[in-house]
Structures are given as structure tokens and as C-alpha cells.
């Protein structure tokens, strides 16, 4: 059969049309048929129609003439093509049965929603709870009513947990009548006292599912409430507005705190270890003794705030700038301040201990019975910082500048302050006990008292620094500069002192005993009174220097210049002045040498060599 036959052969086919369907279904009636029941007789229309249809013209394109193969074949694809149409009637019944469903639940999801907002109204605190737990589970199930659910539970928070309702009965004037206190006692208590509500809403918002920026266009707003005492560990609270609420005393700890606007929020004695502060704003908040130990402040700005007290050891910072912040009495303890600008901060009393402030701005400072024991201040600014009484042991502060700045009393013990500036610092009475100070510059310092027992001062600068009565004893001052300083009293026995500079220096009554002085340089140097027994002054120059009353008795200077020295009433006994030169040297006598070791090849005043060659023949012969 050929296809324009079958055209024809169907033409003869009468199926009803639209308008005779139509008529005939408003005839069995007009008011119960349904729009859905007019869809489906003309679902069913178009499913004969193609279930006829199609086969025909499938098959007439083969033009087969056997009349039985050519049913056989349209009997093939009706089947295959009412397999197909079936299963699509079934995925559009499937996909309006789900409709359905989902208008069916929506109504539920709202009915439910408007039932638990109701019970937010109740005086009962279990209708209170349920109505706050079933809106939880609407916000987990409904994203179309979860930030609304938010907004309202934030709302009923900042509604009945204000701060300043609490502040202002807390402020509450004393009565006269003892009873009308007591009762104004247990409405400030009942006040200060967190509701179980406000606590159960406080939990669902920790948990919620979404976060500020992560399916939260909005912040969360609970600023000027009052949530003191609060558990809101773990919770996450990220883009949330706190500002001037009261957490104080509240557990927050591993809480979710970035981009929080915390300004002018008062958590004091509030725990947040480990919790992520990143990128949030603390400006004038109260901070003080919270533990923020191993908790992320990366880009967090804390200016104004008080951290006072506060624990901040193992805190991530990555901000620049902290000056003029109160930090006092705060822990720091290992903390990565590197590169930190704390100019003019108050840090008395705090922690640094093994902290990192490397480089840090530290001018003006008040470090004050800090404790900053084997921390890094390698090029640290510590400029007219005040350091006293501060804890400095096995820290490192080379390179560092401590110009102006007050050390006194404070512990340096086994601190690196190689190349470190002091100039003009005020050094008095601390412990540098093994300290590395070579090549510092402590030019004009004051160690008035300061302990430097076996620190290394090699090749340091102390021009006019005042060392009265320091304690030097085996100290290495090899080749430091000394010119001008004040050494009275000081107690440089058994120090080593070889080829340093103290020209000029006051030595008065100092104690040089047993001291290396190989090649210094006396000249002009005070050393009234000074003790150089057994002192080595090996080509030592001491020309113009006065030496009233010393005692050089033993002492070893050989080769040394002592031209114009003034030697009244010194000690000589045992002495070994070798090859020195003391020609005009004055007020010698003879007495003086005569318990020398030797006089050989020593240059004396004419007069004065030949009447101890005279009486004393002996100590020109060369020595065995």
C-alpha cells in the first residue's frame, strides 16, 4: 500500500472533533466535569489519535502490499508508541501527584509556622520551648521561612534580654524599707538570670544550618542584648551583630565569630579558646581576662578595645597596627606579633613569653614588669619603652633599639643583645648575668648597679655609660669602647678587658684584680683607689692616668706606657713593670719599687734610676 493510499483510506476514518467532544461531555453535566476531566478526554482523544495515526504512516513508507504483514507491522509500533505515550501519561500524573503534594505540605509547613508563632505569646515557658523547637524545624525544612524564623527568634531575644533593662535595674536606688530591697534583690537577680527561651533560641541559632555569607544575605542582629553566662561553645555566629551586648563571663569557645561586629560588647572574663574571630570588628569592646588562647584574630580590629588581663597565647594576628591599646597584665605567651606596631600600648604586667616580636614597633611602651623570657625582639623599636623590672631572660633582642629606654631592675640573664643600641638607656641595677651584649651600643647607658657577670660586652660601644658599682666580674669587654665611662666602685675582677678604651674613664676604687688589661688604653683614665692586683697590663697605656692610692702590687705591666702617671701612694709589691716606661712619672720613690719583681729594661727618671741602681742593683739584672 502506498502511503498517499493510505492517506486516503484514513480520511474515510471519522474520529469526532474537538467541538463534538466538548458538546458531548457538557450533555452528562455541565457542572461536575472538571477542567482536569476536560484535560484528560482530550489527553485521551490525542492518544487514540496518534495510537491510529502513526503506525499507518510509519508502514505506507515501505509501500508493502500484503494487506496481513502490513497489520502485523502498524500492530508493532502501535504498541511500542502506546508503551512511550503510557509512560508519559504516568510521569505527568507522577509530576502533578507531587504538585499536589507540595501545595499540600507548603499549607501544612505555613499552618505549622503560624501555630508556634502563637505559642511564643504563651505565659507557659514549655508552650514557649515547644513553639521555639517547632520553629527550628520549619527553618531546617523550609528555606522560604528559615531567615524570617531567624529574624523572629533574634527578635524576641533582643526583645526580652536587653542590656540596658538589666544596667538600669542593676542601677536600681537602695530603699529605705528592708523588705522593698529584698524584693528589688530578686528582680535584678531574675533579671540577670537568663530565661530558658531566651537560651533554648540562643542553642538553635548556634546550630543553625546556613551562616552570614553562606546562604545568609543578612546579619544575624542581637546587638544591645544581654546573654551573660552563656553557653555558645561551638556556636556559630559568623557576620553576627553584637554590638554593646553583654556577654560577660559566657563560654564561646571554638565559637564562629568572623566578620562579627563585636564594637563596644562587654566580654570580660568570657571564654573564646580557639574560636575564629577573623575579620571581626572588636573596636572598644571590653576584653578583659577573656581567654582568647589559640583563637584566630587574623584582620580583626581591636582598636580601642581593653585586653587587659586577657589570655592571648597561641593567638593567630596578622594585623599592624595595636598602638595605644591597654594590654596589661595580658597573655601573649607564643604569640607572632611580627612586624606589630604596639607604640604607646599599655603591657605592664604581661606575658610575652616566647612570643615572636620581631620587628615590632614597641616605642613608648609600657613593658613594665612584663615577662618576656626567650621571646624574639631582634629589631625590635623599643625606644623610650619602659622595661623595668621586666623579665628579659634568654630573649632575643639584637639588633634591637632600646635608646632612652628604662631597664632597671630588670632580668637579662642569658639574653642576645648583640649589636642592640642602648644609648642613653637606663640600665641600673639589672641582671645581665650571661648576657651577649657584643658590639652593643650602650654609649651614655646607665648600669649604675647592674649585674653583667660573664656577659659578653666585646667590642661594644659604652662611651660615657655609667658603670658605678656594676658587677663586671668575668666579663669579656675585650676591645669594647669605654672612653669616658664611670666604672667607681665596679667590680671588674677577672674580667677581660684586653684592648678596650678607657681613656678618660673613672675607675674610682673599682676592682681590677686579676683583670686581663692586655693592650687597653688608659690614658688619662681615674683609677684612684682601684684595686689592679694580679691585673695583667701587659703594653697597657696608662700615660696621664691617676693612680692615688691603687694597688698594682703583682700586677703585670711589662712594656706598658705609664709616662705622666701619677703614683702616689700605690702599691708595687711583686709588680712586674718589665720594659715599661715610667720616665716622667710623677712623684716615685724609691721605696716604692723596692719589692718589684724586676726593673730590667724599665725607663725611669735619671735621678730616680740611679739611686735605686745604687740600693737596689739587683732588679736591673735580666730576669731567669
Do not use: C
Given at each position: 500500500?502506498?502511503?498517499?493510499?493510505?492517506?486516503?483510506?484514513?480520511?474515510?476514518?471519522?474520529?469526532?472533533?474537538?467541538?463534538?467532544?466538548?458538546?458531548?461531555?457538557?450533555?452528562?453535566?455541565?457542572?461536575?466535569?472538571?477542567?482536569?476531566?476536560?484535560?484528560?478526554?482530550?489527553?485521551?482523544?490525542?492518544?487514540?489519535?496518534?495510537?491510529?495515526?502513526?503506525?499507518?504512516?510509519?508502514?505506507?513508507?515501505?509501500?508493502?502490499?500484503?494487506?496481513?504483514?502490513?497489520?502485523?507491522?502498524?500492530?508493532?509500533?502501535?504498541?511500542?508508541?502506546?508503551?512511550?505515550?503510557?509512560?508519559?501519561?504516568?510521569?505527568?500524573?507522577?509530576?502533578?501527584?507531587?504538585?499536589?503534594?507540595?501545595?499540600?505540605?507548603?499549607?501544612?509547613?505555613?499552618?505549622?509556622?503560624?501555630?508556634?508563632?502563637?505559642?511564643?505569646?504563651?505565659?507557659?515557658?514549655?508552650?514557649?520551648?515547644?513553639?521555639?523547637?517547632?520553629?527550628?524545624?520549619?527553618?531546617?525544612?523550609?528555606?522560604?521561612?528559615?531567615?524570617?524564623?531567624?529574624?523572629?527568634?533574634?527578635?524576641?531575644?533582643?526583645?526580652?534580654?536587653?542590656?540596658?533593662?538589666?544596667?538600669?535595674?542593676?542601677?536600681?536606688?537602695?530603699?529605705?524599707?528592708?523588705?522593698?530591697?529584698?524584693?528589688?534583690?530578686?528582680?535584678?537577680?531574675?533579671?540577670?538570670?537568663?530565661?530558658?527561651?531566651?537560651?533554648?533560641?540562643?542553642?538553635?541559632?548556634?546550630?543553625?544550618?546556613?551562616?552570614?555569607?553562606?546562604?545568609?544575605?543578612?546579619?544575624?542582629?542581637?546587638?544591645?542584648?544581654?546573654?551573660?553566662?552563656?553557653?555558645?561553645?561551638?556556636?556559630?555566629?559568623?557576620?553576627?551583630?553584637?554590638?554593646?551586648?553583654?556577654?560577660?563571663?559566657?563560654?564561646?569557645?571554638?565559637?564562629?565569630?568572623?566578620?562579627?561586629?563585636?564594637?563596644?560588647?562587654?566580654?570580660?572574663?568570657?571564654?573564646?579558646?580557639?574560636?575564629?574571630?577573623?575579620?571581626?570588628?572588636?573596636?572598644?569592646?571590653?576584653?578583659?581576662?577573656?581567654?582568647?588562647?589559640?583563637?584566630?584574630?587574623?584582620?580583626?580590629?581591636?582598636?580601642?578595645?581593653?585586653?587587659?588581663?586577657?589570655?592571648?597565647?597561641g593567638v593567630i594576628f596578622t594585623m599592624d597596627n595595636l598602638s595605644g591599646y591597654n594590654l596589661?597584665?595580658?597573655?601573649?605567651?607564643?604569640?607572632?606579633?611580627?612586624?606589630?606596631?604596639?607604640?604607646?600600648?599599655?603591657?605592664?604586667?604581661?606575658?610575652?613569653?616566647?612570643?615572636?616580636?620581631?620587628?615590632?614597633?614597641?616605642?613608648?611602651?609600657?613593658?613594665?614588669?612584663?615577662?618576656?623570657?626567650?621571646?624574639?625582639?631582634?629589631?625590635?623599636?623599643?625606644?623610650?619603652?619602659?622595661?623595668?623590672?621586666?623579665?628579659?631572660?634568654?630573649?632575643?633582642?639584637?639588633?634591637?633599639?632600646?635608646?632612652?629606654?628604662?631597664?632597671?631592675?630588670?632580668?637579662?640573664?642569658?639574653?642576645?643583645?648583640?649589636?642592640?643600641?642602648?644609648?642613653?638607656?637606663?640600665?641600673?641595677?639589672?641582671?645581665?648575668?650571661?648576657?651577649?651584649?657584643?658590639?652593643?651600643?650602650?654609649?651614655?647607658?646607665?648600669?649604675?648597679?647592674?649585674?653583667?657577670?660573664?656577659?659578653?660586652?666585646?667590642?661594644?660601644?659604652?662611651?660615657?655609660?655609667?658603670?658605678?658599682?656594676?658587677?663586671?666580674?668575668?666579663?669579656n669587654i675585650s676591645w669594647a669602647n669605654l672612653s669616658g665611662a664611670n666604672l667607681s666602685l665596679?667590680?671588674?675582677?677577672?674580667?677581660?678587658?684586653?684592648?678596650?678604651?678607657?681613656?678618660?674613664?673613672?675607675?674610682?676604687?673599682?676592682?681590677?684584680?686579676?683583670?686581663?688589661?692586655?693592650?687597653?688604653?688608659?690614658?688619662?683614665?681615674?683609677?684612684?683607689?682601684?684595686?689592679?692586683?694580679?691585673?695583667?697590663?701587659?703594653?697597657?697605656?696608662?700615660?696621664?692616668?691617676?693612680?692615688?692610692?691603687?694597688?698594682?702590687?703583682?700586677?703585670?705591666?711589662?712594656?706598658?706606657?705609664?709616662?705622666?702617671?701619677?703614683?702616689?701612694?700605690?702599691?708595687?709589691?711583686?709588680?712586674?713593670?718589665?720594659?715599661?716606661?715610667?720616665?716622667?712619672?710623677?712623684?716615685?720613690?724609691?721605696?716604692?719599687?723596692?719589692?718589684?719583681?724586676?726593673?730590667?729594661?724599665?725607663?725611669?727618671?735619671?735621678?730616680?734610676?740611679?739611686?735605686?741602681?745604687?740600693?737596689?742593683?739587683?732588679?736591673?739584672?735580666?730576669?731567669?
Amino acid at each position: 500500500m502506498k502511503i498517499n493510499e493510505a492517506i486516503e483510506k484514513y480520511k474515510k476514518f471519522k474520529i469526532p472533533s474537538f467541538s463534538v467532544i466538548f458538546e458531548k461531555a457538557s450533555q452528562y453535566s455541565k457542572t461536575s466535569v472538571s477542567i482536569f476531566g476536560i484535560i484528560f478526554l482530550i489527553s485521551i482523544y490525542l492518544f487514540i489519535y496518534l495510537i491510529q495515526q502513526i503506525p499507518h504512516w510509519q508502514v505506507a513508507q515501505f509501500g508493502i502490499n500484503n494487506s496481513t504483514e502490513v497489520a502485523q507491522l502498524e500492530n508493532s509500533y502501535r504498541a511500542t508508541l502506546a508503551q512511550i505515550l503510557g509512560g508519559s501519561a504516568v510521569a505527568i500524573g507522577v509530576y502533578f501527584a507531587w504538585k499536589n503534594l507540595k501545595v499540600a505540605q507548603e499549607g501544612q509547613i505555613t499552618e505549622r509556622f503560624t501555630r508556634a508563632i502563637n505559642q511564643l505569646e504563651s505565659r507557659k515557658i514549655e508552650i514557649r520551648l515547644g513553639g521555639i523547637y517547632a520553629l527550628e524545624r520549619i527553618s531546617n525544612e523550609s528555606d522560604k521561612y528559615y531567615w524570617i524564623i531567624i529574624k523572629i527568634l533574634t527578635a524576641y531575644v533582643r526583645t526580652n534580654s536587653r542590656a540596658e533593662r538589666v544596667r538600669n535595674l542593676k542601677n536600681t536606688h537602695i530603699a529605705m524599707d528592708i523588705q522593698a530591697n529584698e524584693i528589688i534583690k530578686k528582680e535584678v537577680i531574675a533579671a540577670t538570670n537568663l530565661t530558658l527561651d531566651i537560651q533554648a533560641i540562643l542553642a538553635v541559632i548556634g546550630r543553625r544550618k546556613y551562616s552570614f555569607e553562606y546562604g545568609e544575605a543578612n546579619r544575624l542582629d542581637l546587638s544591645i542584648t544581654d546573654l551573660h553566662d552563656t553557653n555558645l561553645s561551638k556556636a556559630n555566629l559568623s557576620g553576627a551583630n553584637l554590638a554593646q551586648a553583654n556577654f560577660f563571663g559566657a563560654n564561646l569557645a571554638q565559637a564562629n565569630l568572623s566578620l562579627a561586629n563585636i564594637s563596644g560588647a562587654d566580654f570580660s572574663g568570657a571564654d573564646l579558646s580557639g574560636a575564629n574571630l577573623s575579620r571581626a570588628n572588636l573596636s572598644e569592646a571590653n576584653l578583659s581576662d577573656v581567654n582568647f588562647s589559640e583563637a584566630d584574630l587574623s584582620m580583626a580590629d581591636l582598636s580601642g578595645a581593653n585586653l587587659s588581663g586577657a589570655n592571648l597565647s597561641g593567638v593567630i594576628f596578622t594585623m599592624d597596627n595595636l598602638s595605644g591599646y591597654n594590654l596589661s597584665g595580658a597573655s601573649l605567651m607564643k604569640a607572632d606579633l611580627t612586624g606589630t606596631n604596639l607604640s604607646e600600648a599599655n603591657l605592664s604586667g604581661a606575658n610575652f613569653s616566647e612570643a615572636n616580636l620581631s620587628k615590632a614597633d614597641l616605642s613608648e611602651t609600657d613593658l613594665s614588669e612584663a615577662d618576656l623570657s626567650g621571646a624574639n625582639l631582634s629589631e625590635t623599636n623599643l625606644f623610650d619603652a619602659n622595661l623595668s623590672g621586666a623579665n628579659l631572660s634568654d630573649a632575643n633582642l639584637s639588633d634591637a633599639n632600646l635608646s632612652w629606654a628604662n631597664l632597671s631592675g630588670a632580668n637579662l640573664t642569658g639574653a642576645t643583645l648583640h649589636k642592640a643600641n642602648f644609648s642613653k638607656a637606663d640600665i641600673s641595677r639589672a641582671d645581665l648575668f650571661g648576657a651577649v651584649l657584643s658590639e652593643a651600643d650602650l654609649s651614655g647607658a646607665s648600669l649604675t648597679k647592674a649585674a653583667l657577670t660573664g656577659s659578653n660586652l666585646s667590642d661594644a660601644n659604652l662611651s660615657r655609660a655609667n658603670l658605678s658599682e656594676a658587677n663586671l666580674s668575668e666579663t669579656n669587654i675585650s676591645w669594647a669602647n669605654l672612653s669616658g665611662a664611670n666604672l667607681s666602685l665596679a667590680n671588674l675582677s677577672r674580667a677581660n678587658l684586653s684592648g678596650a678604651k678607657l681613656s678618660g674613664a673613672k675607675l674610682f676604687e673599682a676592682n681590677l684584680s686579676l683583670a686581663d688589661l692586655y693592650e687597653v688604653v688608659l690614658t688619662k683614665a681615674s683609677l684612684v683607689g682601684a684595686n689592679l692586683y694580679e691585673a695583667n697590663l701587659y703594653r697597657a697605656n696608662l700615660s696621664g692616668a691617676i693612680l692615688y692610692r691603687a694597688n698594682l702590687s703583682r700586677a703585670n705591666f711589662s712594656e706598658a706606657e705609664l709616662s705622666g702617671v701619677y703614683l702616689i701612694g700605690v702599691h708595687l709589691e711583686e709588680a712586674l713593670p718589665l720594659s715599661s716606661n715610667l720616665d716622667g712619672t710623677n712623684h716615685l720613690i724609691v721605696d716604692q719599687f723596692s719589692k718589684v719583681k724586676t726593673l730590667h729594661n724599665t725607663k725611669l727618671d735619671e735621678e730616680l734610676l740611679m739611686l735605686l741602681k745604687e740600693e737596689y742593683p739587683a732588679l736591673f739584672e735580666e730576669p731567669k
